[in-house]
């Protein structure tokens, strides 16, 4: 009988490094070249983040900015009787403190940890220094910024015509996105807080998707079963932002 022999399999490589061991994630990071990485990572500060700290409030000078390596941060709308609404999520695509990339000194929102993360943090004023060294982060951080301006006007537009349901489905999906994990370790009272919505409305929700076999809910915990079915289960929202996503990515490689 002839023996067939297997292909050795390819070893993968592993993520890059910021000099001192902690591995890098951020795509905002990635890729970088090694003259431009010469004078940010050192400048570098890896923390981890637990949830619910909050990174800025309204009206806080941004005196440090974040790369996000993994985890995620909400960014609310805060309403002076204290009720709040996500206007945006960052994981390790993104970057916390936008506004100064623009020159405004101060944030108009609230940043706050939504599950454990960890970061790469930096002064804003050392940041401010290093740009004019490091032309394609600089380029990158603007790219960011109208991406998320982006999905911050499509999810204010969700919020109004959007069924809970509808609603429910497109934020999982973009939670899911940004931690590359199906398990995400929600309540569903955080979920009606970050949807502007009763628990009662998240929980009935909850409770279609779960019927219909695409999450299961457990006490502090969302699972993504079906994605597939999540995506059809999503109000239009979600297509639309990445469909626009990939077309500005790509136009410009």
Not at 25 to 31: A, Q, R, S
Not at 119 to 128: I, K, N, P
Not at 139 to 152: D, G, H, K
Not at 202 to 210: E, I, P, R, Y
Request: aromatic share 6%; glycine share 8%.
């Amino acid at each position: 009988m002839a023996t067939t022999t297997r292909p050795s399999a390819i070893p993968t490589r592993p993520p890059p490094t910021d000099g001192r061991g902690n591995q890098i994630h951020n795509e905002l990071l990635l890729g970088l070249s090694e003259a431009e990485c010469g004078g940010l990572f050192s400048k570098l500060e890896y923390v981890r983040l637990k949830v619910h700290h909050v990174l800025h409030e309204p009206g806080d000078a941004l005196k440090s900015v974040y790369f996000c390596n993994s985890g995620m941060v909400s960014i609310l709308t805060v309403f002076p009787d204290g009720k709040s609404v996500e206007v945006g999520l960052v994981g390790k695509e993104g970057f916390v403190g936008l506004p100064l990339l623009v020159g405004f000194q101060t944030a108009s929102t609230q940043a706050v940890v939504q599950l454990d993360a960890t970061a790469f943090r930096v002064s804003g004023e050392v940041l401010m220094a290093l740009l004019p060294h490091c032309p394609k982060l600089e380029l990158r951080l603007r790219q960011y910024s109208q991406i998320a301006a982006m999905q911050t006007t499509q999810i204010a537009a969700c919020n109004r015509l959007h069924e809970v349901d509808e609603r429910l489905a497109r934020w999982l999906l973009m939670c899911s996105d940004r931690v590359s994990s199906n398990n995400l370790p929600l309540t569903q009272e955080f979920l009606g807080q970050m949807l502007g919505t009763r628990r009662s409305s998240v929980t009935v929700a909850a409770g279609v998707l779960q019927e219909a076999g695409i999450i299961t809910t457990s006490r502090g915990d969302v699972k993504v079963v079906d994605r597939r079915k999540l995506e059809d289960s999503a109000c239009e929202c979600y297509g639309m932002m990445q469909r626009q996503t990939s077309e500005w990515r790509n136009g410009t490689q």
